[in-house]
Every structure is written in C-alpha cells, then in structure tokens.
C-alpha cells in the first residue's frame, strides 16, 4: 500500500494518460502490423496468408526502391543541421543585443504549420519567385529554374526547406545543453590560452554528445519518415524524383487499400531506421557533463 502513495506511484498516475494514448495510437499498430505484413490483407478482396512473398515483392519494386533510396538520400540533412544548430546555439547563448528576438525569429518556423510553410516556399519559388528574381538580377542564373518541378532540383529543395523549418528546434535543444556546461571549464581553458575553436572542440562538443545524440536520432528518424514537405509540395513528383518512403506506403496502404503489402513496407523501413539509429548510439556512446 506504500507504494500507492509513493512518489514513483505519483509519477505512473501522471504518465498514465500518455502511455494509453501511445499504447492505443502506437504500440497496438505496430504490434499488429508485423502479422498483418505476412498476410494480402485488402478492403477489397479475401485475406490470405502469403508468408514473406510481401518483402520479395518489395525489393522487387521498384518505385519502392526508389523511394527508399530517396529517403536514404535524405539522410544528408541530418549533419548539416546539427552542426549548424550547434553553431547557432553557441551563438545565441552568448549575451548579445536583441539575442532574444534572434531565439524566436529562429523558433517561428517550428510552430508553423506545414502547409502555410508550403505555401510560403512554393510562392518563394515559382518562376516568377522572389529566388528566381533574386538569382537573375545577382548574375547566378540565366533563365528562371522550376525549382519544384525539375528532377535535378526538386529533392534537395525539400531538404532544405526540411532543414531550414527544423533549424530552431535543435537549436534550442543545444542551448539548453550549453546552459548545462559549467562556465569554470571555459574559464580553466582560456586561462590555459585556448581559442574559441579549441574551446568548441575540446569541450562545448563532447560535453554536448547526450544531446547531439537525441538531436541526431530524431533527425534521422524523421528525415527517412519525411512525409508532409513532399507530399504537399510535390507529390512525389516530377516522377519518382520526390518519391520518398513514407510517401509511397501512404499511396499503396491508404490509396490503393493494400494493407498487408504497406505493412511490409514499413517493417523493412523500420528495420533500416533501427540499423541506423545504432549506428549514431555507437558513435555517440561517450560524452556529457559529469555531475559529480
């Protein structure tokens, strides 16, 4: 009966609301997803058990292949926006004028809606758009690019506009790190006649691995899930240029009604994120502030 009262039971009862959400929105898809892959379930015809003739046919596919190498690809955005979220975290932690409106102004595009930043970025970059504008009178281009609409630009547009709207999340999440390093290290290394860069090397970064850790983990979580840019952008288009994985096990499970098959989809991306995600754990094993 103690523990009824106890603080832990306290902090359960709080939890418990969350946990069921999860349980009912999360857990239960994806416990029940893995048979489901094993099976051709469809709203439109008989279910069947087809064994692991859902996988042979995915790599078998090749849009999917396609779309798994586009996410893959993706991938690149996760080093650029955690060095230059760190940078701009360092930045920001120091006591400069206005410093405080810079944190927001980077913040905005965190807490706005996808599709108003769609709208925002298809209007920037139209041909008649203020960087096509912008890009003629400089001299960089000639003639006015379809940004959205040519194979060769398309997906690295995406993962720009990826980077730019997640920038001030992970900033933020740096700072709060940065705000965790005792200043007397900083004070001992400068006295020693370190430099800002040795400073940043040899302690803001392993002192920050906790963080860059999380911060890297769910940037490489959501950057192979990347659904929302695409899909309200380019649709996967011009062909398959855009074609990302989220976007294709959308089209074949909620489009095409093809369960079982959508299901086997996502075990397999499931598979690779969990690969990849090991990866950044190993990479990061060591680091972070000692408190004793």
């Known amino acids: 009966m103690k523990w009824f009262k106890s603080e832990s039971a306290a902090a359960w009862y709080f939890m418990l609301p969350g946990l069921l959400l999860i349980s009912i929105f999360v857990f239960w898809p994806i416990i029940y997803g893995i048979p489901l892959s094993f099976t051709n379930y469809s709203v439109i015809s008989e279910t ?6 859902n996988f042979a046919e995915a790599f078998r596919d090749r849009d999917f292949i396609i779309s798994l190498l ?3 690809t993706y991938v690149i955005v996760v080093p650029f926006i955690q060095i230059a979220s760190i940078l701009l975290a360092i930045l920001v932690n120091r006591r400069l004028p206005g410093v405080k409106l810079f944190r927001t102004a980077y913040y905005i595009p965190v807490v706005t809606s996808m599709v108003a930043v769609a709208l925002i970025w298809s209007w920037l970059l139209g041909n008649n758009g203020v960087v096509n504008y912008l890009l003629m009178k400089g001299g960089l281009i000639s003639e006015q690019v379809s940004w959205l ?3 060769r630009t398309a997906l690295y547009v995406l993962m720009f506009i990826t980077m730019w709207k997640g920038l001030g999340y992970y900033m933020m999440l740096y700072l709060a ?6 200043s ?11 430099g800002s860069l040795r400073l940043i090397w040899s302690i803001t970064i392993p002192l920050l691995r906790p963080h860059i850790l999380f911060c890297s983990l769910i940037s490489l979580m959501g950057a192979i899930r990347v659904f929302d840019e695409v899909y309200i952008l380019t649709k996967g288009g011009p062909g398959t240029a855009t074609l990302t994985s989220s ?4 089209q074949k499970g909620l489009e095409q009604f093809n369960f079982g098959y959508a299901s086997a989809l996502g ?25 004793y």
Not at 177 to 182: D, E, K, Y
Not at 184 to 194: F, H, M, N, S, T
Not at 247 to 250: D, G
């Open 48 to 53: 069947h058990n087809v064994g692991f003739a």
């Open 70 to 72: 586009n996410s893959l």
């Open 149 to 151: 609409s040519d194979s």
């Open 177 to 182: 790190g940065l705000q965790g390093i005792p």
């Open 184 to 194: 007397d290290l900083y004070e001992a290394a400068k006295v020693d006649g370190a």
């Open 247 to 250: 976007l294709y096990i959308f």
């Open 267 to 291: 075990l397999i991306v499931s598979v690779i994120i969990g690969a990849l995600s090991i990866g950044v754990f190993v990479f990061n094993r060591k680091g972070g502030v000692n408190p």
